[in-house]
């Protein structure tokens, strides 16, 4: 079984990044960020100095997690600026033999308004194509973005958008309401969410947490894996039984949430200790499915 995580949450640089990977015993890592950077705007000097350290180290990016349609950008954006992002991503995942680009379907627009959705379907209608042409595939996340409304409006891209595959996050429903179900909208079940949707899922992002407090659109709080409220073991042992062979990338932002940092710097040894833990306690999770 593939197992992998985005290592910039165990520390800035690539360095500790890939040895937070080995010290798991693990040879696969989910590339998102260096220095600070996103992979796919880091200079061409730099990314080519981290291409050639990951070869050294025997590091496979199995995951390149791109800002492509992501939850800060709207859909009224430039979409001049994605099509460079993708100009950009494509010859770095040819240098680093890594074939899924993590995508997203833009921000949400506030519930009731319009939220363009025939333009949300062009261009990732262009994004998708741009990417099977290089011979890469393009996997949408359920996230703070048009597609995480709720299972019902993934699966509206995916009968849009022909080639589109899915990387199922499964903190990510836990906090995110269920705009397909009648008011008041409830949190989304994420076991729910995956049933509606697995044939299409490629890659998963392990992650756990619980509901949020009232008025709130942030979990409570971020969990190790199977202690919150994501419906994570259950969820598995579902993957398991219907033969998913896909990847698993842990995201576990107990000790880092990047979008939610206010520019202050993390504790970094914190991080680094609590996704070592958080990867172990993941394999040991895994184990323990009957």
Same mark, same amino acid.
């Given at each position: ?9 165990? /520390? ?24 600070? @950077?996103?992979?796919?705007?880091? @200079? ?5 100095? +981290? ?20 939850? %800060? ?17 494509? #010859? ?19 519930? /009731?308004?319009?939220?363009?959705? !025939? ?12 990417? %099977?042409? %290089?011979?890469?595939? !393009?996997?949408?996340? &359920?996230?703070?973005?048009?597609? /995480? ?15 589109? *595959? ?5 903190? &990510? ?8 179900? !009648? ?8 076991? =729910?969410?995956?049933? +509606? ?25 971020? @969990?190790?894996?199977? =202690? ?6 259950? @969820?598995?042992?579902?993957? *398991?039984?219907?033969?998913?062979? /896909?990847?698993? !990338?842990?995201? #576990? ?34 184990? *323990?499915?009957?």
């Amino acid at each position: 079984m593939q197992l992998s995580g985005f290592t910039d949450e165990a /520390g800035k640089d690539l360095a500790t990044q890939i040895k937070a990977t080995k010290q798991l015993g693990w040879k696969h890592l989910s590339a998102r960020s260096i220095d600070g @950077t996103n992979i796919h705007e880091l @200079t061409e000097e730099d990314f080519a100095k +981290a291409a050639d350290q990951l070869d050294e180290a025997g590091i496979q990016v199995v995951e390149f997690g791109s800002l492509i349609g992501n939850w %800060a950008k709207p859909i009224t954006s430039d979409f001049d600026m994605t099509l460079a992002e993708i100009d950009r991503a494509i #010859p770095r995942m040819k240098r680093l033999n890594t074939r899924n680009v993590r995508i997203m379907s833009y921000a949400m627009e506030p519930w /009731g308004e319009d939220q363009q959705d !025939a333009e949300r379907f062009r261009r990732l209608r262009e994004i998708v194509k741009r990417f %099977a042409d %290089a011979g890469l595939l !393009a996997v949408h996340e &359920n996230c703070q973005n048009y597609g /995480g409304f709720s299972a019902e409006h993934t699966l509206r891209l995916i009968e849009e958008v022909p080639g589109l *595959k899915l990387l199922f996050d499964t903190g &990510n429903p836990a906090f995110t309401l269920d705009r397909s179900k !009648a008011e008041p909208y409830p949190w989304q079940d994420a076991l =729910e969410f995956y049933r +509606a949707v697995k044939e299409h899922v490629v890659h998963v992002h392990i992650k756990d947490c619980l509901n949020p407090p009232e008025g709130s659109t942030e979990p409570s709080k971020y @969990t190790m894996p199977g =202690e919150g409220q994501a419906r994570l073991v259950e @969820t598995l042992k579902e993957m *398991k039984a219907d033969g998913y062979t /896909g990847g698993f !990338a842990i995201e #576990p932002h107990v000790a880092t949430v990047f979008h939610a940092l206010d520019g202050q710097e993390p504790d970094w040894q914190q991080c680094y200790d609590s996704f070592v833990a958080y990867g172990k306690a993941f394999e040991d999770l895994l184990g *323990k499915l009957d």
